[in-house]
C-alpha cells in the first residue's frame, strides 16, 4: 500500500486553520480525510485552492469525486477541474459512466494541452464500463430499504408475506435512519441495518465511516451479501481495530492493524469482495487481505451468490457518507 508524505504546504495550512492531523497522516487517504475537514474551515479562496491541490495529490477516488462538488463554484471551478482530470488520468482503475462524464463537463474549462490528455485518455479507456456507482444521493434514502429477517428466511417468505414483511421494516428504517449533512445517520435505538434495494454479487466498495464519541455503544458495521460483517469498533472499547470480519470463526476474524483514526473523526474503506474473499482497506491501510468470508446465518452452507449491501449501527449515532459501489463481472 502506497505512502503519502505529508508536505510542507499542507503542514502551513494546518497551522492556518488551528486543525490537528489525523491519527494516521502518512497515507493519500488519511490526508484526504483532513483536507476535506479544513475545507471547511479556512476562509480565503486562496486556502481552498491549495487545499484541491493537496486533495489532486493525494490521488483518491474519494478526492476526486469532493474535488468535483465545487465544479460548479466559480471561483474554484477551474481548480476542482485541475483536480478531477489529474487524478482521473493518472489512475485509469477509477474509469467509469461517472468519471468520463466529468472530464466531457469540464473540457470547456480546460488548456490545449489538457484537452489532448483528457481526449487521449478518453480513446484508450473502455465507454462500456460503469464503474463507481454512488448508492447514496447525499439528500434522501432513495435506494435504500428496511431489513426483513436474514437472507435464508427471506428466501423462504412467498411474495405477498415478504411485501408486506418488508413494507413494516421500510417504517422501521425511516423512524431510525435519516439523512443528515449529507451523510446517511443512524438516529434509533436499537439493531436495525438499513439495505441497499439493489442486490450485488462481486463488488468494491468505497464508503466513509464516523462513529459519535458520546454514544453509549459505539459499534457499527457493513454486511456484505447480507451477511454479517466489516467491523466498525470503539477501537478503546473493543481493543482492536475496525475492518475485521468479526463473525468468523474459522477464518481470521480480526484486522491485521489498528489503522482506525481518533473516535468521532472520519475513516474510509475500500472493500473488495470476489466469491467469498474479502479484502478491506482502513484510511489506506490494508487490514484484510483476501479473507473467506462465513456464512454466519448457516455455516454450513456457502455464502449467498448475491444479496444486498447493508449499514449496521449499535443503538448510537453513525455517519455514513460517500458510498460507491462497482460491480465486478
Not at 60 to 69: L, S
Not at 131 to 136: A, D, E, H, P, T
Not at 175 to 194: A, K, P, S
Amino acid at each position: 500500500m502506497r505512502r503519502f508524505i505529508l508536505t510542507a504546504a499542507l503542514v502551513a495550512l494546518g497551522a492556518m486553520s488551528g486543525v490537528k492531523t489525523l491519527a494516521n497522516p502518512d497515507t493519500p487517504e488519511n490526508t484526504y480525510l483532513n483536507l476535506r475537514r479544513q475545507m471547511g474551515q479556512v476562509q480565503t479562496v486562496k486556502e481552498q485552492k491549495a487545499i484541491l491541490a493537496q486533495i489532486e495529490a493525494t490521488g483518491t477516488f474519494q478526492g476526486m469525486m469532493y474535488a468535483a462538488q465545487f465544479l460548479q463554484d466559480v471561483s474554484l471551478r477551474k481548480a476542482a477541474a485541475q483536480t478531477v482530470i489529474h487524478i482521473a488520468l493518472a489512475h485509469p482503475e477509477y474509469n467509469g459512466t461517472k468519471t468520463r462524464q466529468l472530464l466531457y463537463d469540464i473540457l470547456p474549462m480546460l488548456n490545449k494541452n489538457d484537452i489532448l490528455a483528457v481526449n487521449e485518455y478518453l480513446g484508450k479507456v473502455s465507454d462500456r464500463e460503469e464503474g463507481f456507482v454512488s448508492i447514496f444521493n447525499g439528500r434522501d434514502l432513495t435506494g435504500w430499504k428496511g431489513l426483513v429477517e436474514n437472507p435464508i428466511a427471506r428466501r423462504s417468505m412467498d411474495g405477498e408475506k415478504l411485501v408486506n414483511a418488508q413494507l413494516k421494516a421500510d417504517e422501521v428504517m425511516r423512524t431510525n435512519w435519516t439523512v443528515q449533512d449529507g451523510c446517511l445517520t443512524y438516529v434509533g435505538q436499537g439493531f436495525d441495518n438499513i439495505c441497499t434495494v439493489k442486490d450485488y454479487k462481486d463488488f468494491e466498495m468505497y464508503v466513509d465511516w464516523r462513529l459519535d464519541p458520546s454514544g453509549t455503544e459505539p459499534d457499527a458495521g457493513i454486511y456484505l451479501r447480507g451477511t454479517p460483517q466489516v467491523q466498525i469498533w470503539d477501537t478503546a472499547r473493543a481493543n482492536m481495530g475496525s475492518g475485521g470480519l468479526h463473525n468468523n470463526q474459522k477464518n481470521g476474524n480480526t484486522p491485521t492493524e489498528v489503522a482506525d483514526n481518533r473516535l468521532g473523526e472520519w475513516n474510509s474503506f475500500y472493500i473488495k469482495m470476489v466469491g467469498d474473499k474479502v479484502t478491506v482497506v482502513l484510511n489506506g491501510v490494508k487490514v484484510v487481505d483476501e479473507v473467506a468470508m462465513e456464512n454466519y446465518w448457516d455455516r454450513t452452507q456457502p455464502l449467498p451468490a448475491i444479496d444486498q449491501i447493508e449499514m449496521q449501527a449499535h443503538g448510537s449515532l453513525v455517519n455514513f457518507r460517500d458510498i460507491y459501489v462497482r460491480e465486478l463481472k
